[in-house]
């Protein structure tokens, strides 16, 4: 009984991950979501912003992490263009221009924002610590246009702002390193305010950044985007992923469990 | 001269850039600019190398027939569509919008979510209590496991609303992730850092030279 537990077969393990991910897809959860303090953080930066501030989003995933982060990002969206602050998009990653400009757009017809004139969507630069490091000195010198092909130059949203100098926060939606990366170029060089909405594998990484105050704030995976849902009263797909991801999560640790009492009672009989 | 010029340049730039960040003079911080603006210009060749090289792999091995070479020619089918539409009308083109959404992001989002099904399946087989250092991680592990997603506060406040506090599974995973894990995270930043700069060093000073096909 017990060497036919160890040895269970690992197709059965996959049929129950697919049902508590089916399952609670079809008959929602609603588990109630306390608010953490680093995403209490942001939202509380964002909101003490006055009317016409700006927030540059760096849209630094793509789309194996766009379940995770594309609801953080509508949420950050929707409460910038409530509080009337500007929004500048960008992204570090090639994969990602098609997925920001889309989400963008998408939040912004249904907060009836202008193009141009409540928000701008640059696109990509290959470069990485470069282009940070640049747009620091001049983002008209990286991005000449923005995503829909106009001159900077002819952009209203634009014309006051050159560099970071002009930019409230800086939000960066990662998968990856970028965040260490604006937290060593442009936190470190030119004391931008950052802030970062991570991948759930990644929130371990930003820490030590939260306790020395370099990241403003810190959105964790889908917990992450479920608090800042509630947080601006719209739950949406970031609350509909964590309450699927709950009973993975119990599985797993059941799993875990189980495959931990076996290994001891086995361990027990052999001494 | 093959090597010497880069050793040279490499050790010009260096000491330059490294200079450049102890002065605000204008003139020093000309230079900075101008040489960030260079670094920026090459970048975009980084993308074309990195093309050229996956065209060559994957021609190697429809060449040598490896296993499973006949997936290379969906490689280059994927590469030739998307610059086809992307080249000559922009990544804003509808086609390239459509091929993207409907194509890029399920594989890609499948290709990641099978990773919930392997991490199961590996939990179950490998994470297991055999030493003292083994299982301070592993009740780690469960803790910020659970504290992660919301059933875990709904469990702790049902099964233990005897005791004092609310919300025990996030917050003790909140404790973990913000003592011990930033302990140990902080000390491997200063580790690597320190890392970096004595290879930064090495690079300046020509010590190192992996870089131009040579040892050290």
């Given amino acids: 009984m017990l060497s036919k537990l160890m040895n269970l077969d690992r197709r059965v393990i996959f049929i129950f991950v697919a049902l508590a991910v089916i399952i609670p897809t079809l008959l929602p959860l609603n588990l109630p979501i306390n608010v953490s303090e680093p995403t209490q953080r942001i939202y509380d930066y964002i909101d003490a912003l006055p009317a016409g501030s700006t927030i540059m989003i760096s849209f630094d995933y793509g789309p194996s992490s766009l379940p995770e982060l594309n609801p953080m990002a509508k949420a950050v969206l929707r409460h910038c263009f409530d509080k009337d602050v500007r929004v500048i998009g960008m992204t570090l990653y090639a994969f990602a221009p098609t997925l920001a400009d889309t989400l963008i757009t998408e939040v912004a017809e249904e907060a009836d924002a202008v193009n141009g004139e409540d928000y701008v969507f640059l696109g990509f630069r290959p470069g990485g610590e470069q282009v940070m490091l640049r747009m620091g000195i001049s983002i008209g010198s990286v991005f000449e246009k923005d995503y829909t092909n106009t001159p900077l130059t002819e952009i209203s949203m634009m014309k006051d702002i050159t560099n970071y100098d002009q930019i409230d926060l800086i939000l960066d939606l990662a998968s990856g390193s970028t965040t260490d990366l604006w937290i060593t170029y442009v936190n470190g060089k030119y004391n931008q305010q950052i802030a970062a909405g991570v991948t759930g594998v990644i929130v371990s990484n930003m820490y030590p950044y939260l306790q020395t105050k370099q990241l403003v704030g810190l959105m964790p995976g889908y917990l992450g985007a479920s608090e800042y849902e509630k947080l601006i009263g719209v739950p949406e797909k970031g609350t509909q992923g964590i309450n699927n991801a709950s009973p993975v999560h119990v599985l797993i640790l059941g799993l875990v469990i189980i495959g931990n009492i076996v290994f001891f009672i086995q361990r027990r009989r052999e001494e | ?216």
């Fill in chain 2, 1 to 216: 001269m093959k090597r010497q010029v880069p050793l040279v340049l490499c050790f010009l730039f260096g000491v330059v850039m490294c200079f450049t960040q102890f002065s605000p003079h204008s003139f020093s911080q000309s230079i900075y600019d101008e040489v960030v603006y260079w670094a920026l210009i090459m970048s975009p060749f980084a993308l074309a190398v990195g093309t050229i090289t996956l065209i060559q792999t994957h021609v190697i091995r429809i060449r040598r027939r490896t296993e499973h070479w006949q997936y290379s020619f969906v490689v280059f089918a994927g590469l030739l569509t998307m610059v086809a539409i992307g080249l000559p009308f922009g990544p804003q083109h509808p086609a390239f919008a459509w091929l993207f959404n409907n194509v890029q992001v399920p594989l890609d989002a499948t290709m990641f979510s099978l990773l919930a099904f392997l991490i199961a399946s590996a939990a179950f087989r490998a994470f297991r209590a055999r030493t003292f250092e083994a299982s301070l991680l592993l009740i780690s592990a469960m803790i910020v496991l659970i504290g992660n997603v919301p059933v875990g506060d709904l469990i702790w406040n049902t099964v233990l609303s005897w005791l004092p506090w609310d919300n025990g599974a996030s917050e003790a995973r909140q404790w973990i992730l913000g003592n011990p894990n930033l302990s140990a995270r902080r000390g491997i930043i200063l580790g690597v850092s320190l890392g970096v700069i004595s290879q930064a060093i090495r690079l300046i000073l020509g010590i190192e030279r992996s870089y131009i096909g040579g040892g050290d």
